[in-house]
């Protein structure tokens, strides 16, 4: 009986192994599949296909972010849009840094990375990557923080509008590494080949976006309207 049960149990692992091993299989064939398409298919159709789902994370749903907070936050009087539109030259340049130029390098690197078939650097590029990305973000925290208001106050910023305008980027600028961190790892996926996943994600966030600034910012039933910075 006992060498019926160990039989039995030796043909359940090599059975589980034996499916295991066909798993990795067929997830390294697909990971395989895209790789050769990147390497080895047409330059201009292999093009064609990575394009739009970028040009819909990093051109349409920026623009469409900026467009939607300042017609909300312009309802809410000149003040709080002036102030809002003294933020956004820095949020822009922090958006353009994480996303375009460390993004891009991170993006390239992993890409390559993994072309190579280095996966055990193409993990430490994303952890080295992340550690990059929390030093900027506590470079951006720590001056636009500390400096925010003389900052303002020379592009002009005075009473109402310098106060949103402070309240807006102390909230913003608070949570940078949040950002940073999101940036850096939407750019891990492009460079991984998924941009598709990215752009879909990113439009499901924004719809998210468009539902709850409204919301927070106006109020609903119960729930009180809120300043300029839930936006």
Same mark, same amino acid.
């Given at each position: 009986?006992?060498?019926?049960?160990?039989?039995? =149990?030796?043909?359940? !692992?090599?059975? $589980? *192994?034996? #499916?295991?091993? %066909?798993?990795?299989?067929?997830?390294?064939?697909?990971? &395989?599949?895209?790789?050769?398409?990147?390497?080895?298919?047409?330059?201009?159709?292999?093009?064609?296909?990575?394009?739009?789902?970028?040009?819909?994370?990093?051109?349409?749903?920026?623009?469409?972010?900026?467009?939607?907070?300042?017609?909300?936050?312009?309802?809410?009087?000149?003040?709080?849009?002036?102030?809002?539109?003294?933020?956004?030259?820095?949020?822009?340049?922090?958006?353009? =840094?994480?996303?375009? !130029?460390?993004? $891009? *390098?991170? #993006?390239?690197? %992993?890409?390559?990375?993994?072309?190579?078939?280095?996966? &055990?650097?193409?993990?430490?590029?994303?952890?080295?990557?992340?550690?990059?990305?929390?030093?900027?973000?506590?470079?951006?925290?720590?001056?636009?923080?500390?400096?925010?208001?003389?900052?303002?106050?020379?592009?002009?910023?005075?009473?109402?509008?310098?106060?949103?305008?402070?309240?807006?980027?102390?909230?913003?600028?608070?949570?940078?590494?949040?950002?940073?961190?999101?940036?850096?790892?939407?750019?891990?996926?492009?460079?991984?080949?998924? #941009?598709?996943?990215?752009?879909?994600?990113?439009?499901?966030?924004?719809?998210?976006?468009?539902?709850?600034?409204?919301?927070?910012?106006?109020?609903?039933?119960?729930?009180?309207?809120?300043?300029?910075?839930?936006?």
């Amino acid at each position: 009986m006992s060498k019926r049960c160990s039989s039995s =149990i030796k043909a359940r !692992s090599v059975h $589980g *192994s034996i #499916a295991r091993t %066909v798993s990795e299989k067929r997830a390294e064939s697909a990971g &395989a599949s895209r790789t050769r398409l990147l390497l080895e298919g047409p330059i201009v159709p292999t093009l064609l296909r990575l394009a739009p789902p970028n040009v819909v994370v990093n051109v349409v749903l920026i623009a469409s972010t900026a467009s939607i907070d300042a017609h909300f936050v312009g309802k809410l009087g000149p003040p709080a849009l002036a102030g809002l539109s003294l933020v956004f030259p820095l949020i822009m340049l922090m958006q353009q =840094i994480a996303n375009s !130029s460390m993004g $891009g *390098s991170v #993006a390239a690197a %992993v890409a390559r990375a993994i072309g190579a078939g280095r996966h &055990a650097d193409a993990s430490a590029l994303v952890v080295h990557g992340v550690i990059v990305a929390a030093g900027m973000a506590a470079v951006f925290s720590s001056v636009l923080l500390t400096g925010g208001p003389v900052l303002y106050a020379w592009m002009g910023g005075t009473g109402e509008t310098r106060a949103a305008a402070l309240e807006y980027s102390n909230t913003v600028f608070a949570g940078a590494a949040v950002y940073w961190l999101l940036s850096t790892l939407t750019s891990v996926v492009r460079g991984v080949g998924q #941009a598709t996943v990215l752009a879909v994600v990113y439009l499901a966030s924004q719809v998210l976006h468009i539902l709850l600034v409204p919301t927070l910012m106006f109020g609903v039933g119960p729930l009180p309207p809120a300043s300029p910075v839930p936006a």
